[in-house]
């Protein structure tokens, strides 16, 4: 057996990867928690929102946000009845549809940022020096973009 493999530097970069994950998320989960969302509800309403027109099609909020399409179908339901989003169907195209913020989702969105992005800064972004935060963005963007291409659609 090849001791070496176990030690090899990509194990250390992805057991990081996961372990900085699942540390941060869970420093996030109760702001999210405290305004009555999940983690995929912040999501979606966060890409809607940095969307041209605060639209996606549902195929492309569904890449951005890991679901299948039936995933984000349900995700896009539940947000829907809540107020928070509203399904569009196109006019170009009737087997497609869009998921488009209203200005309910939009005002929820803008009461649970300011607690979001303080936790963001205290547990992830704060923790880096702005050269270095810069750098591991444009990291991200690298793997981003190579392993999901998909999701630059609107994204960022």
């Known amino acids: 057996m090849d001791v070496d493999l176990f030690d090899d530097p990509r194990l250390t970069t992805m057991g990081l990867l ?7 998320v869970s420093k996030l989960e109760p702001v999210w928690n405290a305004h009555g969302l999940s983690a995929l509800d912040l999501n979606a309403l966060m890409r809607l929102s940095r969307s041209p027109n605060r639209r996606l099609r549902m195929t492309d909020l569904a890449t951005q946000t890991s679901l299948s399409t039936s995933g984000v179908t349900r995700l896009v339901d539940r947000l829907a009845r809540s107020g928070l989003v509203e ?3 196109d006019p170009g195209d009737r087997r497609s549809a869009y998921a488009v913020l209203t200005a309910s989702g939009a005002d929820r969105l803008a009461q649970v940022l300011p607690d979001y992005l303080v936790a963001v800064d205290r547990w992830f972004t704060g923790l880096l ?5 810069d750098e591991f963005i444009a990291a991200l963007r690298i793997v981003r973009d190579a392993t999901n291409p998909d999701a630059t659609v609107g994204a960022d």
Request: net charge negative; hydrophobic share 45%; proline share 13%.
């Open 129 to 133: 020096p702005p050269a270095q935060l």
């Open 18 to 24: 996961f372990e900085a994950y699942a540390g941060v």
């Open 87 to 89: 399904r569009e169907l």
